[in-house]
């Protein structure tokens, strides 16, 4: 029963799954965003100096998943569901509620460029899987010489085994990774490794 209830859902997956040309004629295609920046900036704070590259398969607006348990190195997408913008715009926005200076504190000097590695839900059994999202960041003083060169991962997983539960676990590692990047500068500062950016 476990392994007929399975082959089930993976039927399911293979169903939203497609081309778009496939999905005309099955019905409205539903478009998801990363949600709103809860709480937004504080007032007085100021926002970090940062851009999204994203570009190949981000360039589309498919919402990417794979079968991590019965084929890891094949990429799928959901045919009744897609991202509303672009996703590393997507990404912009929701990171911008998040990355900013205190107000009264010091501010740095670099611009933090971000790109985009990874995006997309990853199912390590038919019924369970995670967002996973992976950033390249660059920071880069104001004319150009990198400081600090990382790769930063995150992964959160997914409250139900489809496209809506993959978006809100990509909305969850977006934050989360918010907080990798926020204490990656903290740590830069007091260490003396981003020196640079502070002078």
């Known amino acids: 029963m476990r392994l007929l209830a399975g082959f089930l859902i993976v039927l399911g997956l293979a169903a939203c799954a497609g081309p778009a040309s496939y999905r005309n004629g099955q019905g409205p295609v539903v478009q998801y965003d990363l949600g709103g920046g809860e709480g937004g900036v504080p007032r007085n704070a100021r926002p970090w100096r940062f851009s999204v590259l994203a570009t190949g398969p981000f360039e589309e607006r498919a919402m990417r998943y794979r079968l991590a348990y019965a084929d890891p190195a094949r990429v799928m997408e959901y045919a009744q569901s897609r991202w509303a913008s672009l996703p590393g715009d997507l990404l912009e926005r929701r990171l911008e509620s998040r990355l900013f200076w205190p107000d009264g504190g010091p501010v740095s000097q670099c611009i933090t460029s971000l790109e985009l590695r990874r995006f997309e839900q990853v199912f390590d059994a038919p019924a369970s899987s995670a967002g996973v999202l992976v950033l390249r960041a ?26 809506a539960g993959g978006v809100r676990a990509l909305a ?10 926020l204490a990656w500068q903290q740590q830069g500062r007091e260490s003396g490794l981003h020196r640079l950016c502070w002078e």
């Open 138 to 163: 660059k920071l880069r003083q104001p004319g150009g010489a990198v400081v600090d060169d990382r790769v930063f991962a995150q992964q959160e997983p997914a409250p139900s085994p489809d496209a």
């Open 172 to 181: 969850a590692a977006t934050d989360g990774m918010a907080l990798q990047l």
